[in-house]
């Protein structure tokens, strides 16, 4: 394969965590080469999407919709992505100390489903799952922008 070329999924194998992993490395990819294809089959035609964060933030749903021409008004580089579960994935990624954002997908049979968006907000994933006897709720992800410790940002419980 030549340096810089995108693998395609049916290219990976791997288990529910690493595929899913790897779907959201391929969207970051396809976005940051134009390959609006690529994004599409990537994307549930009925996309589910929730935004916190100033509404002119919105960069990537308007990346998304073609709003914004080939995503030039805002470079979305993942600093880490962190699969959770059998369909979560984590995306996080901050510019200097005005831009921070977190994008939890949702992520079935290498389909993406569902896409929240936070900007300049603090992130916390807990698991909540139904409580068993001896079950203890854990932080399964936090928010973890070094550039912006000494910043002030509203912060967010999600639960999954």
């Not at 935004?51 to 008004?73: D, I, N």
């Amino acid at each position: 394969m030549a340096d810089g070329e995108i693998q395609t999924l049916d290219q990976i194998q791997c288990n529910a965590e690493t595929q899913n992993k790897a779907t959201l490395s391929l969207l970051y990819k396809a976005l940051s080469h134009g390959e609006t294809e690529t994004v599409a089959g990537l994307l549930a035609n009925d996309l589910e999407y929730w935004f916190h964060g100033p509404p002119r933030c919105q960069h990537m749903m308007r990346v998304l919709t073609g709003e914004s021409a080939g995503g030039k008004e805002f470079a979305f580089e993942p600093r880490s992505i962190t699969a959770i579960g059998d369909d979560c994935v984590i995306a996080e990624g901050w510019e200097g100390a005005q831009a921070y954002w977190v994008h939890v997908w949702s992520v079935k049979d290498g389909v993406i489903t569902q896409f929240r968006e936070y900007f300049n907000t603090w992130l916390t994933v807990w698991d909540l799952r139904p409580w068993e006897v001896g079950h203890v709720s854990d932080a399964l992800w936090q928010s973890q922008p070094r550039d912006l410790y000494s910043r002030s940002l509203p912060g967010l419980m999600l639960a999954i």
